[in-house]
Every structure is written in C-alpha cells, then in structure tokens.
C-alpha cells in the first residue's frame, strides 16, 4: 500500500552561492525555509518540482522534502533539512553570522 502523501517543499543549492535555498509561492528562490511553499497536493508538488528542476542555471540538486506547517511559515520534519535551513555549518559564516 503506498504511503500517504505528506506536506513538502521544495528545496535546492543555489548555483552561484551554494546556499540552500526554498522555492516561494511566488516561484522565486529564498534563503528562508519559513518563505517556502507549502505543497499538501502531490500532483502539484510533482508538476512544481519538475519545474524547478528545469531551472539548472539558477539551483542544483532540487528536491521536494517533508515539511510542517507551523504560524511562521514551513518548517523542517527532519534533522537534514533543519540543518541545511540554519546554514553552513563552519561557523561564523553565512546565516550563523548574521544571527549572532
């Protein structure tokens, strides 16, 4: 029996800075996962993603990943994602720069 469909977003690297980055309802590209859009129907999650992923001068390595819903916006279900949302992980740089 295939698994229910859960909410996802899109994400991917952006080419020239190597962030990751989150694809907004507007179809532009944000640093932010809170700006992503969140996709609760598989058929558009599917139709968006090949989308994306025609985009190769702009992102590589695009995805759809597990996401909730929360009053800031998508959030990560799994560890990979929250830790590609906070950023590089050589500190200070990058989003972890900005914050402190």
Do not use: C
């Given at each position: 029996?295939p698994?229910?469909?859960?909410?996802?977003?899109?994400?991917?690297?952006?080419?020239?800075?190597?962030?990751a980055?989150?694809?907004?309802?507007?179809?532009r590209?944000?640093?932010?996962?809170s700006?992503?859009?969140?996709?609760?129907d598989e058929?558009?999650?599917?139709?968006?993603?090949?989308a994306?992923?025609?985009?190769?001068?702009?992102?590589?390595?695009v995805?759809?990943?597990?996401?909730?819903?929360?009053?800031?916006?998508?959030?990560?279900?799994?560890?990979?994602?929250?830790?590609?949302?906070?950023?590089?992980?050589?500190?200070?740089?990058?989003?972890?720069?900005?914050?402190?």
């Open positions: 029996m698994r229910a469909f859960t909410p996802k977003v899109i994400t991917a690297n952006a080419l020239l800075s190597g962030d980055v989150w694809l907004t309802p507007e179809g590209w944000s640093t932010e996962l700006h992503a859009e969140l996709l609760t058929a558009q999650a599917t139709t968006k993603l090949t994306a992923e025609a985009r190769a001068s702009e992102v590589v390595g995805y759809l990943a597990d996401a909730r819903a929360t009053a800031n916006g998508p959030a990560p279900v799994h560890f990979r994602e929250a830790f590609r949302a906070r950023g590089p992980s050589n500190y200070p740089h990058g989003k972890q720069a900005e914050a402190s």
